[in-house]
T-cell receptor, first 114, second 113 residues
């Protein structure tokens, strides 16, 4: 059973700080990694995805991959109260027959306080 | 362009009843998925489809059935509802040409009493 693990939190950071969320995965062959943000009562929305060949930065968000240790991190710089949400990590297994199926972690609740 | 639509938004069922959760997409995506999300948990894949007429089981298929007669529609059928099926259900679409981007429907919140 391929697994994705996250610290469920809650993680609380002050406004303007850097929020760091982590996710570990068990399938060493995984090649695609996703971060979703989910507000309460809403469906998940994709923030970023990275492939096994490198990190990615998009505005205040940076996704980093550590293949040797099998974990993915999401850094949110200059955190805002509007960033308060549950962040879901998802991993796509290797292989052409994965058909886009994702394995999700349980999510980390982030609270950014003014 | 509505994207992914799901009906109903909310539903309460009694134990043993049956129902169908509807999902329709207008993006011409080949891939469609049904996930369930229990409180404080991530999403678990129930069933998926890679095209009309082709479906397969995901991680938690017991108690559910699906069909895919058209590209647009991917209904999820619950037979003999049980309290363990109380959850939020998301229909998701994707494309093999879409660079792994997936599109979520708004979800159906189901309670079985």
């Amino acid at each position: 059973q391929k697994e994705v693990e996250q610290n469920s939190g809650p993680l609380s950071v002050p406004e303007g700080a850097i929020a760091s969320l982590n996710c570990t995965y068990s399938d060493r062959g995984s090649q695609s990694f996703f971060w979703y943000r989910q507000y309460s009562g809403k469906s998940p929305e994709l923030i970023m995805f990275i492939y096994s060949n490198g990190d990615k930065e998009d505005g205040r968000f940076t996704a980093q991959l550590n293949k040797a240790s099998q974990y993915v991190s999401l850094l949110i710089r200059d955190s805002q109260p509007s960033d308060s949400a549950t962040y879901l990590c998802a991993v796509k297994p290797a292989g052409g027959t994965s058909y886009g199926k994702l394995t999700f972690g349980q999510g980390t609740i982030l609270t950014v306080h003014p | 362009n509505a994207g992914v639509t799901q009906t109903p938004k909310f539903r309460i069922l009694k134990i043993g009843q049956s129902m169908t959760l509807q999902c329709t997409q207008d993006m011409n995506h080949n891939y469609m998925y049904w996930y369930r999300q229990d409180p404080g948990m991530g999403l678990k894949l129930i069933y998926y489809s890679v095209g009309a007429g082709i479906t397969d089981k995901g991680e938690v298929p017991n108690g559910y059935n699906v069909s895919r007669s058209t590209t647009e529609d991917f209904p999820l059928r619950l037979e003999l509802a049980a309290p363990s099926q109380t959850s939020v259900y998301f229909c998701v679409t994707g494309s093999p040409r879409g660079r792994d981007t997936q599109y979520f429907g708004p979800g159906t919140r189901l309670t079985v009493l």
